[in-house]
């Protein structure tokens, strides 16, 4: 990424509560997708496996940090891939961002969540598809106990549905607290 590019990403305000997401309190996004270096800068380590935006990573997601007010003993949770979308792409964006977050806040990152049904990818769905798409797609990962407060993380937030699904499962085995973290709204 150019330095020009990565001036007007940090250009880009952080908006708090773009939408409502059930069971939810806060949700964060370092900016909108419309922006297009965010959006390139997204692709970039989504689909095309950039290992430069590791470095980049920690500029993007720092801004958002002041605006958490989460307690000290919150838990980083990354949205969970599919073993299959696992395999198939190498890694987990969301557990890259997450693990930046750790590092802007020192908060710990854990995998509470499993994917436990393949599904299409949310980004060619209308926005309808999306939500039953990714219904019941969630479950426990291997935890030993629940924390009360989380950060969930994804890299782009658009109608919610994953969020939410995401949330429900947390909300189940007794996190209290859920602010979502994406960096970018679609």
Same mark, same amino acid.
């Given at each position: 990424?150019?330095? !020009? #590019?990565?001036?007007?990403? +940090? $250009?880009?305000?952080?908006? &708090?509560? @773009? /939408?409502?997401?059930?069971? =939810?309190?806060?949700?964060? *996004? ?12 997204? $692709? ?7 290992? %430069?935006?590791?470095?980049? /990573?920690? %500029? ?14 919150? =838990?980083?949770?990354? &949205? ?23 590092? #802007?806040? %020192?908060?710990? *990152? ?10 299409? @990818? ?13 219904? %019941? ?9 629940? @924390?009360?407060?989380?950060? /969930?993380?994804?890299? !782009? ?12 499962? /947390? ?13 970018? +709204?679609?």
């Amino acid at each position: 990424m150019c330095s !020009v #590019a990565a001036d007007d990403i +940090k $250009q880009e305000r952080v908006i &708090v509560n @773009p /939408l409502i997401i059930n069971g =939810v309190e806060k949700v964060l *996004v370092r900016g909108s997708y419309d922006c297009e270096p965010l959006a390139q800068f997204i $692709q970039k380590l989504k689909y095309h496996y950039w290992t %430069g935006a590791g470095s980049l /990573l920690h %500029g993007v997601v720092a801004p958002p940090t002041p605006e958490l007010n989460v307690p000290s003993d919150t =838990v980083i949770v990354p &949205v969970p891939l599919h073993s299959r979308r696992h395999r198939e792409r190498g890694f987990n964006q969301s557990l890259y961002i997450s693990k930046a977050l750790s590092r #802007a806040t %020192g908060l710990p *990152v854990k995998n509470l969540l499993q994917r436990t049904r393949y599904t299409p @990818p949310q980004a060619q769905l209308t926005a309808k598809e999306r939500v039953t798409n990714i219904i %019941g797609a969630f479950g426990q990962g291997r935890v030993a106990s629940w @924390p009360k407060s989380v950060i /969930l993380v994804d890299d !782009v937030i658009t109608t919610g549905s994953t969020i939410a699904e995401c949330a429900a499962v /947390l909300r189940k085995y007794g996190v209290r607290k859920i602010t979502a973290v994406a960096l970018a +709204k679609g």
